[in-house]
Antibody, heavy 123, light 110 residues
Framework: QVQLMQSGPEVKEPGSSVKVSCKASGGSFSSYTITWVRQAPGQGLEWMGR????????NYAQKFHDRVTITADDSTSTVYMELSSLTSEDTAVYYCAEEIVPATSAHSWFDPWGQGTLVTVSS | QSVLTQPPSVSGTPGQRVTISCSGS????????VNWYQQLPGTAPKLLIYKTNQRPSGVPDRFSGSKSGTSASLAISGLESEDESDYHC???????????FGGGTKLTVL
């Protein structure tokens, strides 16, 4: 099973950008679907977007589509999530996870998850 | 606010059976399968139930999932102190074209 290791915590100023990495080990990186989910303090989970490596497709949640960019580096088996124009409301733990898609997205699930990356936005 | 609705908290005593509800709509739970994730304090979520009622390897059969119409439920029987955790439901939403989550339910074992 794939293992996902994320980059360390970040502190950013309002208006700046943050780039979080998610390195995959085990299995075939080219066949992964990696999804990004965030969790603000004391809040629920929120899907941000995903990259479907086998098709080269990237989908973004409508809420973030103009601020988030997901990319992948095949040479290092790493997926990146960059979020721009940060505000205090972006303070959250950001998780990557492998999305298992047996047939269609309607029946997919997330397993395993990375350990999470805390991003704090503060002046 | 979360698209799926869960109670903020539930509680039970050791050995008891508890259920956690997850309410959605025809565009998510009503037409797609439901997943449940367990999140122990300070840790990442972990898959608990997938495709509404399937348990991954290693998850005890004390945990079970079901769905009826636009609502889903997670049942935990033989409650143990180690079950004290946050539980999140999730489903694909056809209108939003992405997965949606509930706000999470904190289970306290008294």
């Amino acid at each position: 099973q794939v293992q996902l290791m994320q980059s360390g915590p970040e502190v950013k100023e309002p208006g700046s950008s943050v780039k979080v990495s998610c390195k995959a080990s085990g299995g075939s990186f080219s066949s992964y679907t990696i999804t990004w989910v965030r969790q603000a303090p004391g809040q629920g989970l929120e899907w941000m977007g995903r990259i479907i490596r086998i098709f080269g497709t990237i989908n973004y949640a409508q809420k973030f589509h103009d601020r988030v960019t997901i990319t992948a580096d095949d040479s290092t088996s790493t997926v990146y999530m960059e979020l721009s124009s940060l505000t205090s409301e972006d303070t959250a733990v950001y998780y990557c996870a492998e999305e298992i898609v047996p047939a269609t997205s309607a029946h997919s699930w997330f397993d395993p998850w990375g350990q999470g990356t805390l991003v704090t936005v503060s002046s | 606010q979360s698209v799926l609705t869960q109670p903020p908290s539930v509680s039970g005593t050791p050995g008891q059976r508890v259920t956690i509800s997850c309410s959605g709509s025809s565009s998510n739970i009503g037409s797609n399968t439901v997943n449940w994730y367990q999140q122990l304090p300070g840790t990442a979520p972990k898959l608990l139930i997938y495709k509404t009622n399937q348990r991954p390897s290693g998850v005890p059969d004390r945990f079970s999932g079901s769905k009826s119409g636009t609502s889903a439920s997670l049942a935990i029987s033989g409650l143990e102190s180690e079950d004290e955790s946050d539980y999140h439901c999730a489903a694909w939403d056809d209108s939003l074209n992405g997965p949606v989550f509930g706000g999470g339910t904190k289970l306290t074992v008294l």
